[in-house]
């Protein structure tokens, strides 16, 4: 494998090939999340996005260093729990936990560091020092600001026109619009209601931009290989990242800048008022499968907006039992026939396309479509009786292996749709306890049973051999 991989680059704008700075090794930030509620289906979109790319990267041989940050302190964390009247650790804490939770539960690899902005204080006002003495940034009233007008390449990555912005205009909230560029605050001095930390550079409490900057030269230092957000983190939250580390460090800041786009639901921005608003619950609740909702995530290229519909839901649904069944079946092929050159070039073709489909700034389209392609000529060797036992393991090895390294939703738990993944076992069980019913004269439980395995697409048959069991028909999804 030594062609290129290829990223779009929103610095500059381009596809450019990926050269990490060490051969062989990926320092790879990502922002995380603001503890101030749960995370939405938007938000793991995002980072279902990064983790193709991480789980990429690394089945592509790199290691992969990687960090998330958490905001734990920043206006709206800090407006929560004030409405709550209750500290900040206790107010994020559960919210934290949800995270975590979640991202197990669609699969998201863990992160090598979780850094949390409470406990960064120290570094992020040895920084903003750092910006003082260089006179990049200025108190005002007991905050302190960066100044735009002294880093000449600020709006390099968002592109932002800077004529209309008034010199020497300040804004102190976290997170602004594009129409008001202005100096924003590092540090924010005193308020009633806030938190506040004593540091060398006065008490006060972090600006949210800074703990980004403070935390990927901790553990990536002042140069890392690929920064990744949703666009709606272009401006200002990357903009104030670049400025923050490159005037304090003398060095570019990232090399590549990753930004997935926006999800809608039913083609509409979601909005708590507009009641098409769903976290990762109220989508499980439909229910939908873990897997299922991580593949339609996935399945759309993360430059693209990805409109979120049930309808999606059960096409992923679909498109991944139509593999599952497959895997089945490959599972229980036992015939002695010797390798077919044609089950050997579609997988070969399958695993080239695949691949290539990634390296091509993580086109996910054809690297699925390799997959089906796949699955659609193995179908027709097994169709035409001529896919035997090492075929079939081969191309079952294949499928697992992308599965396991990069796609992480094409298996499933026994009993969940369509018969598929660890099928064996439960079917085993199933049958098992169906003997111990109609031993014990449960005829009633055994048939239940019996209907639950049919339900499943799985029928026994007493053969001479003793019992069997085959997959006869997917079930309705
Ligand atoms: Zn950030």
Known sequence: MSAMIRFHNTL?????????????????????????????IGNWRAYVFEDLLKRFLKYRGFNV???????????????????????????????????????DTLAIL????YPRATAFIPEMAALIEIL???????????????????????????RINLEDRRPGSRGDSDEYEKDSVHDFALWKAPKEGEPVWETGIGPGR???????????????????????????????????????????????????????????????????????????????????????IRFLLLSTHYRKMLDFTEDGLRQAR?????????????????????EDPAAARALETARRAFVAGLEDDLNISEALAAIFELVKGVNILIAEGRLGSPDARKVLAFIEEVDTAVLACLAGKPGDGAAAGDIDTWVRDKIEARQKARAAKDFKRADEIRQELAAAGIVLEDTKEGLRWKRIALPKS
Request: aromatic content about 12%; charged content about 25%.
């Open 12 to 40: 500059g704008g381009k596809v450019e090939e990926f050269i990490p700075i060490e051969t062989g090794r990926v320092r790879l930030y990502t922002c995380g999340p603001t503890v101030y509620d749960y995370p939405h």
């Open 65 to 103: 260093l990687h960090v998330m940050n958490i905001t734990d302190v920043d206006d709206k964390t800090i407006r929560g729990a004030n409405a709550r009247g209750i500290g900040l650790e206790d107010y994020t804490r559960p919210f934290i936990e949800a995270f975590h939770a979640e991202r």
């Open 110 to 113: 863990a992160a090598d560091h």
């Open 132 to 158: 003082l003495d260089k006179g990049v940034a200025y108190r005002k009233d007991g905050s302190i600001y960066f100044a735009i007008d002294k880093f000449p390449s600020y709006g390099r990555l968002s």
């Open 206 to 292: 972090p600006g949210w931009h800074i703990e980004c900057s403070a935390m990927s030269a901790k553990y990536l230092g002042p140069t890392f290989d690929i920064h990744c957000g949703g666009v709606d983190n272009i401006f200002p939250h990357h903009e104030n990242e670049i400025a923050q580390s490159e005037a304090a460090n003398g060095v570019p800041f990232v090399r590549y800048w990753l930004h997935c786009h926006h999800l809608v639901v039913d083609g509409e921005k979601m909005a708590k008022s507009k009641g098409n608003f769903f976290r990762l619950a109220d989508i499980l609740a439909k229910g939908y499968e873990p897997a299922e």
């Open 318 to 338: 679909t498109s991944r039992n139509r593999i599952r069944n497959l895997l089945f079946e490959l599972r229980h092929i036992e015939r002695d026939l010797p």
